[in-house]
């Protein structure tokens, strides 16, 4: 009787197992139409924009490669972890299945809390906390039960995300008050609307599907990746180009773009003006 117990049992946790990495096991359901372009891939066209994450990722990391050896070579996990973000995002929308919700959900989760970590300001750093280190490892703390609580309402973790990222805008706009940079200040206004096309198309999506729909155009999630990666790209550098200032001044840090500083569209980038010295870093 109990080996036969053990055995049920065992071949349940199996099948609940092979259940959530199945496809169509997530409850979410972007409004693409499924299996439009392939047997094999549910949402094809949110699948394939996925791989803008690939674009932008390496070219960012080799752009802030400067700046991230001068302040904090740990910079460089956040773009690091943006490839990782295109490449669950790509798995999810291939099989909507559970595990690649999560997979993408949670990877979205630690990019912000890397970008917490290592670009908070210091001066907007609870009183009690006086060291970077161990602001790193407040936000460790909250993203670890973050991550678990997670997997207790999973439909809601795209809004909690969104919350942080409402968050992130409004301390870029409290650091950028004081700012009389023109390029910094046009980098903001960019970040800006880019995050804000790139969330009305994330809403729109998921709440107005069925008048997309009736246009027969159902492609607004897939055009959320290209926007939120672009935006990411110039809001990123915007939160470096202010870190820069206040931690390496010395380096005299500005802004440029690339491929090419004088064209209208690029990606944004931070150049070190001064000589660079060794700097005990927070």
């Known amino acids: ?38 047997e094999h891939v ?44 295109g490449l669950f995002s790509a798995y999810f929308h291939m099989t909507l299945s559970f595990v690649g919700q999560m997979l993408d ?32 490892s407040l936000v460790l703390v909250v993203t670890v039960i973050t991550t678990v609580s997670s997997f207790v309402k999973p439909t809601a973790n795209a809004y909690v995300l969104n919350c942080f990222g409402l968050h ?11 700012c009389t940079d023109r390029k910094a200040l046009r980098l903001a206004k ?25 246009l027969n155009f159902c492609y607004l999630h897939g055009i959320w990746h290209i926007l939120i990666v672009t935006a990411v790209a110039y809001g990123s550098t915007l939160i470096a180009y202010l ?15 690339w491929p090419c500083d004088k064209w209208a569209v690029g990606l944004p980038h931070i150049v070190l003006k001064g000589t660079t010295k060794t700097q005990k870093r927070c």
């Open 1 to 38: 009787y109990t080996l036969r117990s053990v055995d049920l049992f065992s071949v349940y946790s199996s099948e609940k197992m092979a259940g959530v990495f199945s496809y169509e096991s997530s409850e979410i359901d972007w409004c693409e139409d499924n299996y439009k372009y392939s």
């Open 42 to 85: 549910v949402e094809y066209f949110n699948t394939m924009s996925s791989f803008f994450f690939f674009i932008i990722s390496p070219i960012m990391l080799y752009l802030l490669h400067p700046y991230a050896k001068e302040r904090n070579l740990a910079i460089h996990m956040v773009w690091t972890m943006m490839i990782f973000v």
């Open 105 to 136: 959900e949670l990877s979205i989760l630690w990019v912000l809390a890397l970008g917490y970590a290592v670009w908070f300001p210091r001066r907007l750093f609870p009183s009690f906390i006086k060291e970077r280190s161990t602001f790193s």
């Open 168 to 178: 992130m805008l409004y301390v870029l706009a409290v650091e950028m008050r004081c």
């Open 190 to 214: 960019v970040s800006v609307a880019l995050w804000v096309l790139a969330i009305s198309c994330w809403i729109s999506d998921r709440f107005g599907c069925s008048f997309w729909q009736r």
């Open 243 to 257: 870190d820069a200032n206040y931690e390496i001044p010395y380096s005299l840090p500005g802004l440029q773009y």
